[in-house]
């Protein structure tokens, strides 16, 4: 039986991935070992299902014994891990969440809704590193992915409206306290309703600015404001997060290298908690029917989910807050621009845990498990 190895499993992204795995089942057909790099030989928390003593996640000769090694952990694990396992002669599937081989020659980076044929000829001909991608790039193209594998798009900005937990789980926990600390140094001002709401506004912008305000993992404070900077610069003027957009998306549909098409825009974070927005604008190569595009995109996948452009749709299925914790993408506010009727604008919201992360792992491991127990 096939022996899979899982590192990183008890972080964010790792434990969204167990909990899809217990929901859907996956947990047979293989047998599981578990690693840590922090807990090696203790028993693991409870996860739902049962598991031996971890193993010490840097034992490469425990790691060589695995057919699949599906880890969560982060980018230098890999960067320690991985060569040297390869050295060693280990010639598995290697399935990681982290961005650091994303971009290498023998990587694939998967999305299977989107790029099955790219992942099938890519097992087929030997490579075995197969990578998740940006969670934005994800979420984007399980959105309009049909589009541009249609060769329909001639170029796309897109304007994101990034989570907390893409930048992890202690900023997840910072955002919190912020709102937490503006609430507790407001409350009696906000219940008070002959307080006027200049004089509170002020107050808020004063508890933000204040020396004593928590914020030590993002670059400035979030609840109530707005960060349009995420990740490192480059020397393009834009930020890595914003460079992702064009060379990870142009990489998953394997464009020819000669022609990828443009993607670009500007990558803000903002006060939500596990889901990632972003606003399209989308230059057509074709004058196409907006019924036709509606329809294309429907048909692309059975997660996307195409909102009307009305207020009250808008409202209760396009938000952050209701897309959070689901599979559905939902994509909306579709319309042409006033520009031209080449021009495309949408609005699209995903949970960046699951699309943009976990559930692109989860497939391709179960992908791979059936593939090997076939052959
Ligand atoms: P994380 O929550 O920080 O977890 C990483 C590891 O930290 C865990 O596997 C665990 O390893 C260790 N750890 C130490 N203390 C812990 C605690 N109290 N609770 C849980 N784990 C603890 O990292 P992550 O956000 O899941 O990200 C993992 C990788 O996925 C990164 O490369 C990231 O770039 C990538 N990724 C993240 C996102 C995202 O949205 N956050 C999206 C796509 C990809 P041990 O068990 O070995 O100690």
């Given at each position: 039986m096939l022996k899979t190895g899982f590192v990183g499993w008890r972080g964010m992204v790792g434990s969204v991935l167990m909990n899809r795995m217990i929901e859907e089942n996956d947990f047979c057909g293989f047998e599981p070992l578990f690693f840590t790099t922090s807990q090696a030989g203790q028993k693991c928390s409870d996860i739902g299902i049962d598991i031996p003593v971890l193993q010490d996640a840097y034992d490469i000769s425990k790691l060589c014994q695995m057919d699949i090694i599906v880890t969560c952990q982060g980018s230098s694990y890999t960067e320690k891990v991985l060569p040297d396992l390869r050295k060693c002669g280990w010639n598995g599937f290697w399935i990681d969440a982290a961005s650091k081989m994303r971009m290498d020659k023998d990587s694939i980076i998967v999305l299977d809704p989107v790029n099955s044929e790219v992942i099938d000829n890519a097992i087929s001909s030997g490579i075995k590193n197969f990578i998740g991608g940006n969670c934005t790039v994800s979420l984007m193209l399980m959105a309009v992915g049909i589009l541009l594998k249609k060769g329909l798009v001639d170029w796309i900005t897109t304007m994101t409206y990034q989570s907390a937990s893409g930048a992890g789980a202690k900023n997840m926990r910072e955002l919190l306290s912020q709102m937490n600390c503006i609430g507790e140094k407001l409350k009696n001002l906000v219940d008070?309703?002959?307080?006027?709401i200049l004089a509170i506004d002020k107050k808020v912008t004063q508890t933000i600015l204040s020396s004593t305000f928590p914020v030590k993992n993002f670059p400035a404070p979030l609840a109530g404001s707005a960060i349009p900077f995420i990740d490192k610069l480059m020397d393009s003027g834009q930020t890595r997060e914003e460079w992702k957009g064009c060379a990870e998306t142009n990489k998953i549909l394997q464009t020819t290298t000669d022609k990828p098409v443009p993607i670009d825009g500007i990558c803000v974070r903002i006060g939500a908690m596990r889901c990632h927005s972003q606003a399209l604008t989308i230059k057509l190569n074709e004058n196409i029917d907006l019924d036709e595009i509606c329809q294309m995109i429907e048909e692309s996948n059975k997660w996307v989910k195409i909102i009307p452009n009305t207020p009250d749709d808008t409202a209760k299925y396009l938000t952050p807050a209701a897309v959070a914790g689901n599979l559905n993408i939902a994509l909306g506010r579709i319309r042409k621009l006033?520009?031209?009727?080449k021009y495309l604008s949408a609005f699209t919201v995903g949970d960046q845990l699951l699309w943009g992360a976990a559930e692109p792992i989860r497939r391709i491991f179960k992908i791979i498990v059936l593939k090997q127990t076939i052959s």
């Amino acid at each position: 039986m096939l022996k899979t190895g899982f590192v990183g499993w008890r972080g964010m992204v790792g434990s969204v991935l167990m909990n899809r795995m217990i929901e859907e089942n996956d947990f047979c057909g293989f047998e599981p070992l578990f690693f840590t790099t922090s807990q090696a030989g203790q028993k693991c928390s409870d996860i739902g299902i049962d598991i031996p003593v971890l193993q010490d996640a840097y034992d490469i000769s425990k790691l060589c014994q695995m057919d699949i090694i599906v880890t969560c952990q982060g980018s230098s694990y890999t960067e320690k891990v991985l060569p040297d396992l390869r050295k060693c002669g280990w010639n598995g599937f290697w399935i990681d969440a982290a961005s650091k081989m994303r971009m290498d020659k023998d990587s694939i980076i998967v999305l299977d809704p989107v790029n099955s044929e790219v992942i099938d000829n890519a097992i087929s001909s030997g490579i075995k590193n197969f990578i998740g991608g940006n969670c934005t790039v994800s979420l984007m193209l399980m959105a309009v992915g049909i589009l541009l594998k249609k060769g329909l798009v001639d170029w796309i900005t897109t304007m994101t409206y990034q989570s907390a937990s893409g930048a992890g789980a202690k900023n997840m926990r910072e955002l919190l306290s912020q709102m937490n600390c503006i609430g507790e140094k407001l409350k009696n001002l906000v219940d008070d309703p002959q307080v006027p709401i200049l004089a509170i506004d002020k107050k808020v912008t004063q508890t933000i600015l204040s020396s004593t305000f928590p914020v030590k993992n993002f670059p400035a404070p979030l609840a109530g404001s707005a960060i349009p900077f995420i990740d490192k610069l480059m020397d393009s003027g834009q930020t890595r997060e914003e460079w992702k957009g064009c060379a990870e998306t142009n990489k998953i549909l394997q464009t020819t290298t000669d022609k990828p098409v443009p993607i670009d825009g500007i990558c803000v974070r903002i006060g939500a908690m596990r889901c990632h927005s972003q606003a399209l604008t989308i230059k057509l190569n074709e004058n196409i029917d907006l019924d036709e595009i509606c329809q294309m995109i429907e048909e692309s996948n059975k997660w996307v989910k195409i909102i009307p452009n009305t207020p009250d749709d808008t409202a209760k299925y396009l938000t952050p807050a209701a897309v959070a914790g689901n599979l559905n993408i939902a994509l909306g506010r579709i319309r042409k621009l006033n520009i031209g009727p080449k021009y495309l604008s949408a609005f699209t919201v995903g949970d960046q845990l699951l699309w943009g992360a976990a559930e692109p792992i989860r497939r391709i491991f179960k992908i791979i498990v059936l593939k090997q127990t076939i052959s």
